[in-house]
C-alpha cells in the first residue's frame, strides 16, 4: 500500500474557479511535506514546503494545509488559470533518511 | 528552469538496445537521485549518490540497470537490453547533504521502448 495516497485522481475545472487536492500519508516520522507540480512531459516543481509544525503555506494562489495529527493535508488553487493545467504531487519527506515518498499525483485540467 | 540538466530529452529504442542518459546537477550539489515514472504514476526511487559514492539502490534497479557518478559531478544511467516495461521518464535531482530535503529536479528524459 502507498505511503502516500492522493484524491481525486483527476479533475477538471473551468478557468476562473478554485479547487482543492488532498493528500494522505502513513509515513511517521516525516521531516516535511512537499507540494509539486509536474508539467506533462516536464520534472516536478516545488511549491510549497511544510514542516510538522505548520498548518497552512501559501504561495501566491496555492495554499496548502496540514493537519499533522489526522496525517492529512490539502492544497487550495484559487481562481485557477489554464496554466494550472498539470499534475500535482504530494511528497512526505522521512525523517533521518530524507527519502522522498511520493504520491501518485492529480492530474488537473482547467478548460476556458 | 531548476539548474538540473539532462540530456537527452527523448529516446525512442528498439528492444534489446542499449541506451544511456546523462544527469547534470546543480554545480555545488553532492546529492544526485534518479527516479523512474511511469504514466500516471508519481516518481519511484532508484538510487542515489552522494559524490562519487552510489548509497542506496532500489529493488527496482534490475541487473540490467547501471548508474556512476565517477568524478562526483554528472551523473548517468545505462539500461542494457531494453524491454518494453522500461518505457518511462527518468528524472534526476540534486540536493545538498545539509538540504537534503530539499531536491531539485531536472526535466527527465522520456524513454519509449518500441
Known amino acids: 500500500k502507498n505511503q502516500v495516497e492522493q484524491s481525486p485522481q483527476s479533475l477538471i475545472i473551468l478557468e476562473g474557479k478554485n479547487c482543492t487536492l488532498q493528500c494522505n500519508y502513513t509515513v511517521s516520522p516525516f521531516s516535511n511535506l512537499r507540494w509539486y507540480k509536474q508539467d506533462t512531459g516536464r520534472g516536478p516543481v516545488s511549491l510549497t514546503i511544510m514542516t510538522f509544525s505548520e498548518n497552512t503555506k501559501s504561495n501566491g494562489r496555492y495554499t496548502a494545509t496540514l493537519d499533522a495529527d489526522t496525517k492529512q493535508s490539502s492544497l487550495h488553487i484559487t481562481a485557477s488559470q489554464l496554466s494550472d493545467s498539470a499534475s500535482y504531487i504530494c511528497?512526505?519527506?522521512?525523517?533521518?533518511?530524507?527519502?522522498?515518498?511520493f504520491g501518485t499525483g492529480t492530474r488537473l485540467k482547467v478548460l476556458a | 528552469d531548476t539548474g538540473v540538466s539532462q540530456d537527452p530529452r527523448h529516446k525512442i529504442t528498439k528492444r534489446g538496445q542499449n541506451v544511456t542518459f546523462r544527469c547534470d546537477p546543480i554545480?555545488?550539489?553532492?546529492?544526485l537521485y534518479w527516479y523512474r515514472q511511469t504514466l500516471g504514476q508519481g516518481p519511484e526511487f532508484l538510487t542515489y549518490?552522494?559524490?562519487?559514492?552510489?548509497?542506496?539502490k532500489s529493488r527496482l534497479l534490475s541487473d540490467r540497470f547501471s548508474a556512476e557518478r565517477p568524478k562526483g559531478s554528472f551523473s548517468t544511467l545505462e539500461i542494457q537490453r531494453t524491454e518494453q516495461g522500461d518505457s518511462a521518464m527518468y528524472l534526476c535531482?540534486?540536493?545538498?547533504?545539509?538540504?537534503?530535503?530539499?531536491?531539485?529536479f531536472g526535466p527527465g528524459t522520456r524513454l519509449t521502448v518500441l
Open positions: 549518490f552522494q559524490n562519487e559514492a552510489q548509497l542506496e
Open positions: 511528497v512526505v519527506i522521512s525523517s533521518g533518511t530524507y527519502k522522498y515518498i
Open positions: 554545480s555545488e550539489h553532492n546529492r
Open positions: 535531482a540534486s540536493s545538498l547533504v545539509a538540504t537534503a530535503d530539499e531536491q531539485f
